[in-house]
């Protein structure tokens, strides 16, 4: 079973910069989809990006543009790349795994879950 977990989250004033990453234990990316997602207090969890087992990226109408998301096989390893980010950006960030070729960014499609990283941006 993937064990997910997830770090680099802090608190940032608006137009800063993060890193996330999310290591993974007991799998390998390679063979995974791959995708961030967030979770604001009061709100549903929602996907911000993905990527599949060839590398291609997807990206919410939100994180477009500011955030990149990427792997490294080699260190079983995701990343977050967050840019500009804006207090609206602020919620519980988390990474998830699902073993499919068929990559969503959506919620209900992947099984397993970090504990997730608190990234919270001041104006």
């Known amino acids: 079973q993937v064990q997910l977990v997830e770090s680099g989250g802090g608190s940032v004033q608006a137009g800063g910069s993060l890193i996330l990453s999310c290591a993974a234990f007991?799998?390998?990316?390679?063979?995974?989809?791959m995708g961030w997602f967030r979770q604001a207090p009061g709100k549903e969890r929602e996907g911000v990006a993905g990527i599949d087992t060839d590398g291609r990226t997807m990206y919410s109408e939100s994180a477009l543009g500011r955030f990149t998301i990427s792997k490294d096989n080699a260190k079983n390893t995701l990343y977050l790349q967050m840019n500009n980010l804006k207090p609206e950006d602020t919620a519980m960030y988390y990474c998830?795994?699902?073993?499919?070729?068929?990559?969503?960014?959506?919620?209900?499609?992947?099984?397993?879950w970090g504990q997730g990283t608190q990234v919270t941006v001041s104006s």
């Open positions: 007991g799998g390998t990316i390679s063979r995974y989809c």
């Open positions: 998830a795994t699902e073993p499919t070729l068929f990559c969503r960014v959506v919620v209900g499609d992947y099984t397993f």
